[in-house]
C-alpha cells in the first residue's frame, strides 16, 4: 500500500508499508521518518485489504450515471477481483463467488463487530452489525431485512451467514440463539433440493421474527410459506426430490429402515425421476446425524422424530401406488389387488389410519354444504397428483 501527498514547502511527501512498519519519505531531502503500526493497526489495515479497499468503487450509488450496463460491468469489475460484496445505497448486493474464500474468518468477524467506521468495506457482516446497532441503539428499533435473488445467487447461505453473525454479536450462547442456529438444517433437510441452477435450492420461503430485550434474543419465530409440495410427486429433469427422502436411504441403521419398512431409493417411484443424479458439491448439506441434532436441540422427543420418518416412509410408498380408470372416466384402484393392498398395508401401518380411508382420500374429495354430504372421484391425474 503506497500514497503521495504534498508537505506545505512542496516536498513530495510518500509513503510505504512493510512488516508492521509505516515508511514516510520525504524529498527533495530525503529525510526518513519511521512510524511503528499498532497490532490493532496491522490487522486493520490487512483485513481492508483481503476484503475489498483494493477497489474504490463499492457504492454505485455514488456514481454519477447508472444505468443497467454500467452497474453490471461494475459489479463484473469487482467479482473478477474476488470482491463479491457491493453498495447499492442501502442495499447490500453480493455475487455468489462459487467457491470457498477467506471472508468469514473469526478475525473479519471481530472487524464488523460493534463498528461505526463508514470506511469499512461492503461485506453481510457490515450489515448486521448496522441492523443490530439499530435494534440495541436506533431511533428505530424495528428493522426489517429482505434477502432476494435469483436462484443459485446464494440467498441460502447469505441467510446462515447473516443469522451466525447476529447470534455471534448477541453472545451465541444462550440455547434460544443456538435453537435459531440449529432450525436451518432441519429446515433445509424438508425444504430443499437439488435443481440444475443449485444443489441446496431453497423450495420454499421463510420468514424470520426475532425480538431483542437489552441486546439479547429473548424470543423466535419461523412461518415458512410457498413450499413447492408438487415436487414430492414430480421432478424436472436434472433436479431431485427434496433431501430428507434420501438422507433416509443414506444414513438410517438397516434396523431402523426394517422397521420403517423401506427398501431402497431406486424401489419408489417419488425418487426415481432422475435415477442417476447424484447431488455433487455436498458440503452445504447437511446429514440425518446434523438433523436429529437439531431436532433433538429445538425439543422433538424420540417419539415425534421416528413418527416423522414413519411419515416419510409412508409418503414414500404413496408413490408407488397405481391407479386406473373405471367406466366413467374416475379413478379406481389398480387391478393388480395383491401389490397394492401390500402398499396400502405398508402406508396404513406408517399413518396409523385404515386402508379403506386412506383409498378413498386419494381417490374421492368429499365435501359438506348444509348438512349434506357429497362425494366427488377424482381424476387419474388428480390422484396421482395428490
Excluded at 65 to 81: C, M, P, Q
Excluded at 147 to 153: A, D, F, Q, Y
Excluded at 220 to 244: T, W
Excluded at 340 to 346: E, G, P, Q, R
Amino acid at each position: 500500500m503506497s500514497k503521495g501527498r504534498h508537505s506545505r514547502d512542496g516536498a513530495r511527501v510518500s509513503s510505504y508499508r512493510k512488516e508492521g512498519v509505516e515508511h514516510v519519505l520525504m524529498t527533495p531531502s530525503a529525510n526518513v521518518i519511521t512510524i511503528m503500526l499498532t497490532q490493532e493497526q496491522q490487522l486493520f489495515s490487512s483485513i481492508k485489504d483481503t476484503i475489498s479497499m483494493v477497489d474504490k468503487n463499492d457504492d454505485l450509488a455514488k456514481l454519477s450515471l447508472l444505468t443497467e450496463d454500467i452497474l453490471l460491468e461494475h459489479l463484473k469489475h469487482r467479482y473478477d477481483k474476488n470482491l463479491i460484496y457491493t453498495y447499492l445505497g442501502d442495499i447490500l448486493v453480493a455475487v455468489n463467488p462459487f467457491q470457498e474464500t477467506n471472508l468469514y474468518t473469526t478475525q473479519i468477524r471481530d472487524f464488523y463487530r460493534y463498528s461505526t467506521d463508514i470506511q469499512k468495506p461492503p461485506h453481510v457482516y457490515a450489515l448486521v452489525d448496522l441492523v443490530y446497532r439499530n435494534v440495541c441503539h436506533g431511533i428505530y428499533k424495528q428493522q426489517c431485512c429482505v434477502i432476494s435473488g435469483e436462484s443459485g445467487s446464494g440467498k441460502t447461505e447469505s441467510t446462515k451467514l447473516f443469522l451466525k453473525q447476529l447470534m455471534y454479536l448477541c453472545g451465541g450462547s444462550s440455547q434460544l440463539e443456538q435453537q435459531i442456529l440449529q432450525a436451518t438444517p432441519l429446515l433445509e433437510s424438508f425444504g430443499n433440493a437439488q435443481t440444475v441452477m443449485n444443489n441446496n435450492s431453497s423450495r420454499f420461503g421463510k420468514y424470520i421474527a426475532l425480538k431483542f430485550i437489552n441486546g439479547k434474543v429473548v424470543g423466535a419465530q419461523i412461518s415458512d410459506y410457498l413450499l413447492e409440495k408438487s415436487r414430492v410427486v414430480i421432478q424436472s429433469p436434472g433436479e431431485r426430490n427434496f433431501h430428507i427422502f434420501y438422507y433416509l436411504f443414506d444414513y438410517l441403521p438397516l434396523e431402523t429402515k426394517q422397521i420403517l419398512c423401506l427398501r431402497t431409493k431406486h424401489d419408489y417411484k417419488y425418487l426415481l425421476t432422475n435415477p442417476s443424479l447424484d447431488v455433487q458439491n455436498t458440503t452445504a448439506m447437511n446429514s440425518l446425524d446434523e438433523v436429529i441434532n437439531a431436532m433433538s436441540l429445538l425439543n422433538f422427543t424420540d417419539k415425534e422424530q421416528h413418527s416423522m420418518f414413519r411419515i416419510l416412509s409412508g409418503i414414500l410408498t404413496i408413490g408407488n401406488l397405481e391407479f386406473s380408470i373405471d367406466d366413467e372416466g374416475f379413478t379406481q384402484q389398480t387391478s393388480d389387488e395383491e401389490k397394492a393392498k401390500k402398499n396400502l398395508s405398508i402406508i396404513s401401518n406408517m399413518f396409523g389410519v385404515n386402508s379403506d380411508l386412506i383409498m378413498e382420500c386419494l381417490t374421492t374429495m368429499t365435501t359438506l354444504t348444509r348438512n349434506e354430504r357429497v362425494i366427488r372421484k377424482f381424476s387419474l391425474q388428480s390422484s396421482q397428483g395428490t
